[in-house]
């Protein structure tokens, strides 16, 4: 990859992306063969909101490849807390590490942070914006499972917030993918996104119901429906209960139909598709660590 | 004499801006940062008759001449408008206003969310669409009423 920092998923190009793809299949062959990689690099992790998984993955990634990492710690002890402003934190953050992996609960944060240091920065979710290493993970699995061409995608959940959903249909529009958004009209894709899918010529269509689209679909990626995201239960409920499927839901879908979540889910893909050849979220949350390899190997 | 000229008299030395759309003129004043503490003659003309735009707005600034960079803000919110530079009563040179490809420091971002919106040490950046404006830091694009987004100075 030619870039100093990952941003957001419209910096990828397709060579890009199959170049950090092509190297993870090769740390995922064998995980403990690069320990000699990248020996004395440390990898500051700064998250101002938690996430327990990206940051496991990423500091696994790290000391994978021979590394280690610093961790700012939560943001309730930091000083954060204290009013200290993003650019400063990222300026001392500098001075002690080789990367930054930063999550923030702002959009751009991630975009104003590499304005102010010269090491790498990988944007690990930036509010309701990107989650850009997800999607290479994302994509690694899609190539895993569907291969990356002539693909028929299905996104359903929350696609308004959902940072991950935004920088996976970006992504897609590299590839021959046929794209179709399956939402609430409350929380269809924010116009931003719709925007740069446009300008891209992408083949995209916006559902409020799966049935229309499932039977053609290739990749289902569902996306968890947040509570706080609606002003009173019920009317969670109402809607969360329409996005939810389990194995009867499948029925119609193609035997080959791989079915993603970026994971935490609560309830929006039933257990019993767990042990269908359907499920692959666990396979692409495992998939986080070489696909995070990859990357920070490119970058570092 | 009309009644568009009395209402707005002539100057001397200065910029008249014609064509703005009809009651946005204090929103062109608050792009040029004019709000009459500097002791300049303003004179705003609003919804007067227009061929071209039905009503529109009227704006001369005395002994004050526009920069580019200040055109190109203003053709967010007044994109027909034309400049007149005034210079001993007669008009010495007329422009349109052109958009420009980016505007930094002068719009803030609708999303609260946003970065540039809180306590940090950055000038906001907006892209300029041909229908709007987008926050180059959170990608939020803004079509209609740009006007609204001018940081107070
Ligand atoms: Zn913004």
Do not use: W
Request: charged share 30%; aromatic share 4%; with cysteine.
């Amino acid at each position: 990859m030619r870039h100093d920092h990952l941003i957001g998923a419209k910096q990828l190009s397709r060579a890009d992306i199959e170049s950090v793809l092509d190297r993870a299949a090769e740390f995922d062959a064998d995980p403990t063969a690069f320990a000699d990689a990248h020996p004395d690099a440390l990898l500051a992790l700064c998250f101002f909101e938690p996430s327990t998984r990206t940051k496991m993955s990423f500091e696994t990634a790290i000391k994978r490849l021979g590394g280690d990492t610093v961790d700012m710690g939560t943001v309730e002890s930091s000083s954060v807390k204290k009013g200290e402003s993003l650019a400063d934190t990222m300026r001392v953050v500098e001075g002690y590490a080789d990367g930054i992996v930063l999550r923030h609960p702002s959009e751009g944060a991630a975009r104003l942070a590499a304005e102010f240091v010269d090491v790498p920065v990988v944007n690990a979710g930036d509010g309701a914006g990107q989650h850009p290493s997800q999607t290479l993970l994302d994509l690694y699995t899609i190539r895993e499972n569907a291969g990356l061409d002539d693909l028929t995608v299905g996104v359903m959940g929350d696609l308004k917030y959902g940072r991950t959903v935004h920088s996976l249909a970006g992504a897609l529009t590299n590839f021959d993918a046929r794209m179709h958004f399956i939402s609430p009209d409350s929380l269809r894709l924010p116009r931003n996104v719709r925007f740069d899918l446009h300008e891209s010529g992408a083949v995209v269509k916006e559902h409020t119901d799966l049935d229309a689209v499932l039977e053609e679909l290739d990749v289902l990626y569902v996306t968890r429906i947040q509570r706080e995201r609606f002003p009173d239960e019920s009317e969670y409920r109402a809607v969360a209960g329409e996005y939810r499927i389990d194995a009867e839901t499948l029925n119609d879908a193609r035997d080959d139909l791989t079915v993603m979540h970026p994971l935490p889910r609560v309830d929006e893909i039933a257990p019993d598709i767990d042990d269908t050849d359907h499920a692959r979220y666990f396979e692409q949350a495992h998939n986080g660590v070489p696909v995070r390899m990859a990357l920070l190997d490119s970058m570092l | 004499m009309t009644d568009t000229e009395l209402r707005v008299s002539k100057i001397q030395d200065g910029t008249v801006i014609d064509h703005i759309p009809g009651g946005t003129a204090l929103h062109v004043l608050a792009v040029l940062g004019i709000d009459g503490s500097g002791g300049e003659e303003v004179s705003v003309g609003m919804n007067v008759p227009s061929d071209r735009l039905g009503r529109k707005d009227i704006v001369k600034v005395e002994d004050r001449e526009l920069s580019a960079d200040e055109v190109d803000v203003l053709s967010l919110i007044a994109p027909q408008a034309s400049i007149n530079i005034i210079r001993d009563y007669e008009v010495s040179e007329k422009s349109r206003v052109s958009r420009p490809t980016e505007v930094v420091g002068v719009l803030s971002c609708p999303n609260v969310n946003c970065i540039t919106t809180g306590d940090e040490p950055v000038d906001s950046v907006f892209d300029v669409l041909d229908d709007g404006v987008r926050c180059r830091y959170c990608d939020t694009i803004v079509r209609d009423d740009v006007a609204s987004l001018i940081e107070s100075t």
